[in-house]
C-alpha cells in the first residue's frame, strides 16, 4: 500500500465505530458533541461549580446512533484528512525531540502529574445536524455568502486583464515599448502563481475568512499604489504585488464553496466559481476601453478595481463568517473554556505546532515533485497552462484583429469578447446538467468517485477549443470577412476553455484527495506562469505568422493535446496505481472481516479502485 492508501487505512478504522466500542475513553471521533469528564480543582466558587456540572453530566443516549450517522462518518474522515494534511503540522504531531535538558518549573515547585487522556477535552460538532457546519446553513445564507464571495473573485480576476486596455498609453507617457508595456499585465498574473503559496497554508491554519479579508484590504491598497505612480517601475512592482494579493480568493474560494456544499452541489457551486475566475478577465477589456478613451485617462482602470476591492473588503470584513470546520470548533473550544473556565477544552486544530521546515517542504518541494513525477499531474498542468496562457494571449489577439484589421475603438473592439463570455456560460450550464447523471452514478457506487467519470467534458471541450482556434484565425485575418464571424469563433473556444479547466481541477482533486492542495498548487504555479509569458510574445507571433497562421499553429497544438484526457480517462486508474499520492483504495467502512486484513491485494484493489 502506498504513503495515501495508509493514511486512509488508519483514518477509516479512526471513523468506524465497531472499533471503539471497547477502547476506554471512547472513540476520539471529530463530529460526535463530546461532554469533558475530566476534574480540576479550584479555589473559585464559579469553578467548581462549573465542574461540577460537567462531572454531572451523561451522554445523550443518542451518541451511539450519531456515531454510526454516515454524514459524521464521511466528515470524520474529512476532518482527519485536514488534520493531517494541514499545512505547518509537525509529521508526528509533537515538537522535536530537544537535545537540551529538561528545564525545572520554577520556584521549587515538582513537575505536575500527566494529565488525563487529551480526547477528553477536544470538542466536536453536535452531530450531523449541527448549525454550526457550513454545510447545515441555510440555503439563503449560502447563496448569499456565494454572492459575496464570486464578487470577490470577480475584482480580482477582473484586474488582472483591466490593464491590458492602457498598455498603450503607459508606453506612451513613460516612452518604452508596447511590450515593455504589456509587463503591467504579466507580473500581476505572475502573482497568481506566488500567492497560493502563502494564502493556501494560511488557510489551513487560521480559516478561509482571515486571508479573504487581509488579502482584500492589501489589493486595493496595491490598486491604489499604481493609480498614483509616478514611474514605471512602481507601476509594475504594485502590479505584481496586486497579484500576490489578488490570488487569495482564487486560493481560498473554491475551499470556502468546498466547506458549504456536499458531493451533490459542490460541483454546481464550484462550476458558479469557476465562471466568475474566466469571464473576470475578458469582462474588463471593453470597459477599460471605454475607460481609455474618455477624460479619465488610463490611471482610472487602476481606480475602478480600487473602488471594487475596498468594496469587496468590506462585505467580506463585516458579513463573511468562517466555514472552515476545524476553525470553526476553535472558536467553540474557546467560548466553552470562557464560560467552565476549564482550561482544558480545545479544539483538535489548536494542538497543530508550525514546523517550518514541514511548511517549507509542503509548499514547495511536494507540488514540485508531484509536477515532475506524477505523469497525470504533468500532462494535465501542461495542458491547462496551454489553455490559460491563451486566454491571456486573446487579449491582444483581439485588439489585432477588432481594432487593427476592422478598425473598431479601444472600448467597441473590446465587445466581441462576449463571445468566449458566452461560450463560458454554455460549458457551465453543459456541465451542470451532467451532475444529476454523476450523482447517479456516486449513488450507485456507494459514494464512491471515480475520478475518470470527470473527463468527458474535457474530451468534448478540448475538440471545441481547437475548432475555435482555426475558426478565429481563418475568420479574422482579412476585413472582408464580417466581423461576426470571428466573434461568434468564442462560442466554441470559451465552452472548451471553461470545460477543460472545470473538470481538469475537478480530476485532480478526486484522483489525489489528501495531496489535492499539492497538485493543484503545482498546476496554478504553471499555469500561472503560461498566463504571465504568453502576452509577452503573442505580437510578435502575429506580426510574423498573421492572424491564420497563428490561429492554425495555435489550433494545432491545442489538436494534439486533445488525447491527454482519452488516454487518462483510459489508463487513468493504472496510472493512478502506481502512484506514491493518489491513493486507490475505495472509501469504505471496513466489515468485521476487513478488519482481520491488513493489507489487501493489489488485484483487489485494482478492481475496487477509486
Known amino acids: 500500500m502506498n504513503i495515501a492508501d495508509l493514511e486512509m487505512e488508519r483514518n477509516e478504522r479512526d471513523a468506524s465505530p465497531e472499533r471503539f466500542a471497547n477502547l476506554p475513553h471512547g472513540r476520539p471521533s471529530h463530529e460526535v458533541e463530546r461532554i469533558p469528564t475530566a476534574s480540576s480543582t479550584s479555589t473559585s466558587s464559579s469553578e467548581g461549580e462549573a465542574q461540577r456540572r460537567t462531572n454531572n453530566m451523561s451522554r445523550i443516549p443518542t451518541q451511539r446512533d450519531l456515531e454510526r450517522h454516515p454524514t459524521v462518518l464521511s466528515r470524520i474522515h474529512t476532518a482527519r484528512s485536514q488534520h493531517t494534511g494541514t499545512v505547518g503540522r509537525t509529521t508526528t504531531g509533537r515538537s522535536r525531540e530537544s537535545r537540551r535538558p529538561l528545564p525545572e518549573m520554577g520556584l521549587g515547585k515538582p513537575y505536575p502529574p500527566a494529565l488525563p487522556e487529551r480526547e477528553e477535552y477536544v470538542v466536536e460538532f453536535n452531530g450531523p445536524d449541527d448549525p454550526l457546519h457550513a454545510q447545515n446553513w441555510p440555503l439563503r445564507k449560502k447563496i448569499?455568502?456565494?454572492?459575496?464571495?464570486?464578487?470577490?473573485?470577480?475584482?480580482?480576476?477582473?484586474?488582472?486583464?483591466?490593464?491590458?486596455?492602457?498598455?498603450?498609453?503607459?508606453?506612451?507617457?513613460?516612452?518604452?515599448?508596447?511590450?515593455?508595456?504589456?509587463?503591467?499585465?504579466?507580473?500581476?498574473?505572475?502573482?497568481?502563481?506566488?500567492?497560493?503559496?502563502?494564502?493556501?497554508?494560511?488557510?489551513?491554519?487560521?480559516?478561509?475568512?482571515?486571508?479573504?479579508?487581509?488579502?482584500?484590504?492589501?489589493?486595493?491598497?496595491?490598486?491604489?499604489?499604481?493609480?498614483?505612480?509616478?514611474?514605471?517601475?512602481?507601476?509594475?512592482?504594485?502590479?505584481?504585488?496586486?497579484?500576490m494579493f489578488g490570488a487569495a480568493p482564487l486560493a481560498v474560494v473554491g475551499a470556502v464553496f468546498s466547506d458549504m456544499f456536499d458531493n451533490r452541489t459542490r460541483g454546481m457551486a464550484l462550476t458558479v466559481f469557476s465562471m466568475t475566475v474566466f469571464c473576470g478577465p475578458l469582462l474588463a477589456p471593453f470597459i477599460?476601453?471605454?475607460?481609455?478613451?474618455?477624460?479619465?485617462?488610463?490611471?482610472?482602470?487602476?481606480?475602478?478595481?480600487?473602488?471594487?476591492?475596498?468594496?469587496?473588503?468590506?462585505?467580506?470584513?463585516?458579513?463573511?463568517?468562517?466555514?472552515?470546520?476545524?476553525?470553526?470548533?476553535?472558536?467553540?473550544?474557546?467560548?466553552?473554556?470562557?464560560?467552565?473556565?476549564?482550561?482544558?477544552?480545545?479544539?483538535?486544530?489548536?494542538?497543530?505546532?508550525?514546523?517550518?521546515?514541514?511548511?517549507?517542504?509542503?509548499?514547495?518541494?511536494?507540488?514540485?515533485?508531484?509536477?515532475?513525477?506524477?505523469?497525470?499531474?504533468?500532462?494535465?498542468?501542461?495542458?491547462?497552462?496551454?489553455i490559460y496562457g491563451l486566454l491571456y494571449l486573446f487579449l491582444t489577439a483581439y485588439p489585432i484583429v477588432f481594432q487593427q484589421i476592422h478598425g473598431m475603438s479601444p472600448g467597441v473592439g473590446g465587445l466581441p469578447y462576449f463571445g468566449m463570455i458566452i461560450g463560458m456560460i454554455c460549458a457551465g450550464i453543459y456541465v451542470i446538467l451532467t451532475q444529476p447523471s454523476y450523482n447517479r452514478k456516486l449513488a450507485a457506487n456507494n459514494g464512491v468517485p471515480i475520478p475518470e467519470w470527470r473527463l468527458p467534458p474535457v474530451i468534448v471541450g478540448g475538440l471545441a477549443f481547437a475548432a475555435g482556434l482555426f475558426w478565429f484565425g481563418w475568420s479574422g485575418y482579412k476585413e472582408s470577412t464580417h466581423w461576426i464571424v470571428p466573434t461568434l469563433s468564442g462560442l466554441l473556444t470559451g465552452f472548451g476553455l471553461l470545460a477543460i479547466f472545470l473538470q481538469s481541477l475537478n480530476y485532480l482533486v478526486d484522483a489525489y484527495l489528501m495531496f489535492a492542495a499539492s497538485a493543484i498548487a503545482a498546476n496554478t504555479f504553471l499555469r500561472s506562469l503560461a498566463g504571465a509569458g504568453f502576452p509577452l510574445f503573442s505580437q510578435y507571433m502575429f506580426k510574423a505568422l498573421h492572424v491564420n497562421w497563428a490561429g492554425t499553429l495555435l489550433g494545432c497544438v491545442a489538436v494534439c493535446l486533445v488525447p491527454i484526457p482519452i488516454c487518462f480517462y483510459i489508463y487513468g486508474e493504472r496510472i493512478r496505481r502506481r502512484s506514491a499520492f493518489a491513493p486507490t483504495k475505495p472509501l469504505e467502512l471496513p466489515s468485521e472481516e476487513d478488519e482481520m486484513v491488513v493489507a489487501p491485494s493489489e488485484e483487489k484493489r485494482g478492481d475496487q479502485a477509486v
Request: with cysteine.
Open 144 to 243: 448569499l455568502t456565494g454572492l459575496m464571495l464570486g464578487f470577490t473573485t470577480l475584482v480580482s480576476a477582473f484586474t488582472s486583464s483591466i490593464f491590458s486596455t492602457a498598455t498603450t498609453s503607459v508606453a506612451k507617457q513613460y516612452h518604452v515599448s508596447t511590450e515593455v508595456g504589456l509587463l503591467g499585465l504579466s507580473l500581476y498574473v505572475l502573482g497568481f502563481a506566488f500567492g497560493p503559496i502563502f494564502w493556501a497554508p494560511l488557510s489551513e491554519l487560521k480559516g478561509r475568512r482571515l486571508p479573504l479579508v487581509i488579502s482584500m484590504f492589501g489589493f486595493s491598497i496595491f490598486q491604489v499604489a499604481v493609480a498614483t505612480a509616478k514611474d514605471l517601475q512602481t507601476i509594475f512592482l504594485c502590479r505584481f504585488w496586486g497579484g
Open 288 to 386: 477599460g476601453g471605454f475607460i481609455v478613451e474618455s477624460y479619465l485617462g488610463w490611471r482610472w482602470t487602476e481606480w475602478l478595481p480600487a473602488i471594487m476591492g475596498f468594496f469587496s473588503f468590506g462585505l467580506n470584513l463585516l458579513f463573511l463568517e468562517e466555514t472552515y470546520p476545524p476553525v470553526i470548533l476553535v472558536s467553540k473550544a474557546a467560548e466553552l473554556r470562557r464560560r467552565t473556565r476549564n482550561w482544558g477544552i480545545h479544539a483538535k486544530q489548536e494542538e497543530i505546532e508550525i514546523d517550518f521546515r514541514e511548511l517549507i517542504t509542503k509548499n514547495f518541494s511536494r507540488p514540485m515533485r508531484l509536477l515532475v513525477t506524477e505523469p497525470i499531474v504533468l500532462l494535465l498542468s501542461i495542458y491547462m497552462a496551454f
